[in-house]
């Protein structure tokens, strides 16, 4: 199944703009969450910052998953 996932992903990447910057983004929000959990304190405008690249980083998966869910179909 993960790898039909894989398979699927790289399809709509090639295919679909949309569904590639969204990939795109979602590897660079999970690049910078990364880089704060390497650091020891976070500031409170930090830890802001942090929270919204969750928060787009998580909205960025639920409309892939949305798309993926319709290409299925």
């Known amino acids: 199944m993960v790898e039909k996932d894989q398979d699927l992903t790289q399809r709509l990447s090639e295919e679909n703009p949309r569904f590639r910057k969204l990939y795109e983004e ?4 999970e690049k910078k969450l ?3 959990e390497q650091m020891t304190y976070l500031s409170e ?7 919204k ?10 409309e892939m998953e949305t798309m993926l869910r319709d290409f299925r179909q």
């Open 26 to 29: 979602h590897m660079l929000f």
């Open 45 to 51: 405008e930090a830890d802001l910052e942090r929270k």
């Open 53 to 62: 690249v969750q928060k787009l980083k998580l909205a960025g998966k639920d």
């Open 34 to 36: 990364q880089e704060y």
